[in-house]
């Protein structure tokens, strides 16, 4: 068996004194990195020493690839601060040189792998680009293999498994960071027994195997546990956002719609009518607008109540959308006025969709209290024209509108930029 020099404190104080110091420059560096990192995107590495190129570099434009690679580097950090921690403890002598020279090159060639595997994309045919489970898996190996070979140092890998299982919390799901649990008890398990078995002259060591064994498990159990509960926080947040979601589009949906017959509004309808005016400016397009009135309205309010004239406007409106295109527009323009918006379309054709609307009225039961009454409209139809303003166009068939009230209503009249005249 092969003896290793006795490692005292005198040693320490008397040669190793500045090896403390730069130790703990080192670990404010991982620190600040790991801080830093944890908070990187790709717009903060411009703005960092212009360093974007570097990322790119280094896990190409993607910016998906660059969060999963900056998380790799913390791993690659962690894993680092481990080999150095051993090599050091190879100069002076505390640790086998060839046991440690194994590790460090195995461990050297699976980061290689790993960014291997990143760098060229490969890990996005994965089921988990990110190979979170697959990373802490060969960490927690490796650092059940430098326990093995730590000698006085040992315990640095139960402080970097904490490290690399919190670490963990954020970049893994909770049945992969359970498993990577189970995993590193049973590794550090095996550890413990190899290392009491190899020093079993040593009671104290023995003793110390039990005692770093304990507090693994509960280490381990305490992770679990944060787990579960960072779960239930996800879970809880995930829900809060679908209902805050669901609620937004509620409210953009109220905030668009008319509340007695569900067509648009007519705020939003002007909108609409901006856009596609915009639209047709620039391909030199066309699109008609047609103003529809109930005729006599008032007359079914005063004989039979606002009940029934509300009833009417519902099945107006509902014969309306079921007789247009689905590229057409139809809003409720304000009290028993709606406005038609036909996309890509002359008035001749519009006048045959609004002649097969007032067909399908006809036929229609507008108020299931009242079976045998039956209302009509009247429509006024207009073009748009190039670089006019909405308000010009909407005037325009306003005007047709009126036209087709003066005339007897229950018909459809075009203004004279339609290209013709009074249509019953």
Known sequence: MKYLPEFTLADLHSAQAHYLI??????????VCVTAMIRCNSLWLH?????????DFLFTQDPKQKTIGLRYLVGVV???????ALNYGVSIGVIDADGCRQLTAAAVLVMAVFYGLLRTGWNQKLANPSMSEAQMASAIAFLGWGYLIGGPGAPVALMLLFIILM???????SRQL?????LA???FGAAFIMTGVRESGSPTLVRMQMVYFGVLVIMLVSVCLLVNEMARLRARLTQRKTDLTAALAQIKELAIRDELTGLFNRRHMVSVLNA??????RSQGRFCLCLIDVDHFKAINDEWGHGTGDEVLRSLSNVIAAGLRETDVVARWGGEEFLVLFTETDCEDATVVIERIRLMLSDTMVCPALPDLRVTFSAGLT???VDESIVATIERADQALYQAKATGRNRTERHTFCGGDYLA
């Open 383 to 385: 073009t748009y024209q």
């Open 22 to 31: 730069a130790w703990a420059v080192l670990i404010s560096a991982v620190v």
């Open 167 to 173: 670490f963990g919390m954020f970049t893994a799901t």
């Open 185 to 187: 008890g049973v590794v």
């Open 47 to 55: 703005r960092w020493l212009s360093l974007g190129w570097l990322s």
């Open 178 to 182: 359970i498993r990577s649990s189970v």
């Open 276 to 281: 596609e005016g915009q639209r047709t400016d």
């Open 78 to 84: 962690n894993c680092t601060t481990g080999l150095v």
